[in-house]
Nanobody, 115 residues
Framework: QVQLVESGGGSVQPGGSLRLSCAAS????????MAWYRQVPGKQRDLVAR???????EVLESVAGRFTISRDNAKNMLYLQMDSLKPEDTAVYYC?????????WGQGTQVTVSS
């Protein structure tokens, strides 16, 4: 089945940067929707950003101007560049893929922003 493998999480100080990566086990060329979600224990899982097959993208208002989502179809990779990180960005971040009417999730990677 489809597998998504994430990397790039870690701990940083406020104002720092991280780049998350997600490798997909299938070709993501064409009409797949890929996205990043994040979740804090006890809270709902929220959409952070998503990118479509034409490379158009949408981001959560609270991260606009700081986070950039992108995809490399040739390498079957999804990225999330996170700059000017804030403590409120602390969460587990999940890679998401919608393909052939089904949804798939990565294992999640922890991002911690603290002083």
């Amino acid at each position: 089945q489809v597998q998504l493998v994430e990397s790039g999480g870690g701990s940083v100080q406020p104002g720092g940067s991280l780049r998350l990566s997600c490798a997909a086990s299938i070709n993501i060329f064409s009409f797949n929707i890929m996205a990043w979600y994040r979740q804090v224990p006890g809270k709902q899982r929220d959409l952070v950003a998503r990118v479509f097959s034409d490379n158009s993208a949408e981001v959560l208002e609270s991260v606009a101007g700081r986070f950039t989502i992108s995809r490399d179809n040739a390498k079957n990779m999804l990225y999330l560049q996170m700059d000017s990180l804030k403590p409120e960005d602390t969460a587990v971040y999940y890679c998401f893929l919608r393909w052939m009417g089904s949804t798939y999730w990565g294992q999640g990677t922890q991002v911690t922003v603290s002083s």
